[in-house]
Every structure is written in C-alpha cells, then in structure tokens.
C-alpha cells in the first residue's frame, strides 16, 4: 500500500512539473472562463499599466466592462523583472504554485496568451476579450515569487456592459 502511494507520487511530480511549463487546459489561450486573447483590431479601447519594484500594477483606467475588448500596453517602469497576467481565482492559485515549483533557477516561460512576462524597462502588448456575464472578477497579478505576496495584484469587478443603441 504504501509502496503503492509513493510510486504513484513518484509518477506524478513530474508531471506537475511539465505541466507548468506547457500549454494546457487553463493556461491555454482558448476557454478562460474570464475571457480570452483577441486581435489588435477588435479592441475598443487602449489602457497603459505601470508595473514597478514598488511592487504595485497602477492603471490609467479600471472601468472595465465585461464583453470588452482592451488593448492593454504594460510598462515595466522597474529593474526586476515583471508579469502582467489575466486571470481569476483559480488561475492565480495555480500560477503561484507553478511558479514555486519553478524557483530553482529554472527558465520561466509563457505559452499562454494571458501572461506578459517584461524585462525591466520593458513594454508589452496584450489584448484581451473579457467574457461576459454579470459579476466576474477579474484578478490582474504579478507571480514572479513573492511579489503577489507583496501585494502585487488588483481586483476587478467587470462592469455591466452599456446599453446597445
Ligand atoms: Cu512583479
């Protein structure tokens, strides 16, 4: 039995390990319950962030409104390096815990179309459809380790979409 549980174990580490530097069900581009990645073109509207060794994400505007498509241009105004990400509870749970597996000096990739990852000085593009619906928050973070601890996330409340016509 015991043999049994840590064989098993065994077996299963590494593949949490592959499975964070891969593409996969939630950090695939496609089916985010918060939204998706969208083209240039389809955005409506352009919103700058700040990202700095304040450890703080500041935005030019935070009225964001589900179905909404933004085209968001992030700014590492820092030295170390930063991450923009888009994302809910669940993918910020699992971000943070992916990224702890990764702190012995692995590389930190990205495949998906949610996370910006910038060099100091640095400025990165994302556009983002953010699905609709009533009530979804919206969780905006930082996982490189121990900035999301520092505070480094905002909370957003997607607003009602405005009236067509
Ligand atoms: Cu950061």
Redesign the pocket.
């Known amino acids: 039995m015991q043999y049994q549980a840590i064989f098993l174990l065994a077996l299963l580490l590494p593949v949490g390990c592959a499975m964070a530097q891969q593409p996969h069900a939630i950090d695939g581009p496609q089916g985010f319950a918060f939204g998706q990645p969208a083209a240039a073109e389809e955005a409506s509207r352009t919103i700058h962030v700040d990202?700095s060794d304040k450890?703080q994400l500041q935005f030019d505007a935070m009225d964001i409104r589900a179905g909404e498509v933004v085209k968001f241009i992030v700014h590492n105004r820092?030295q170390?390096?930063?991450?923009f990400s888009i994302g809910d509870e669940a993918f910020g749970r699992q971000h943070l815990s992916a990224m702890r597996q990764q702190m012995s000096g692995m590389a930190h990739q990205h495949h998906a179309g949610n996370v910006l990852s910038l060099e100091g000085g640095q400025t990165g593009t994302m556009v983002w459809r953010f699905a609709a619906g009533k009530g979804k928050t919206v969780l905006f973070a930082?996982y490189?380790p121990g900035?999301f601890q520092a505070g480094?996330y905002r909370r957003h409340v997607l607003l009602p979409p405005l009236a067509a016509g």
């Open positions: 990202a450890m820092g170390a390096r930063h991450e930082c490189i900035h480094m």
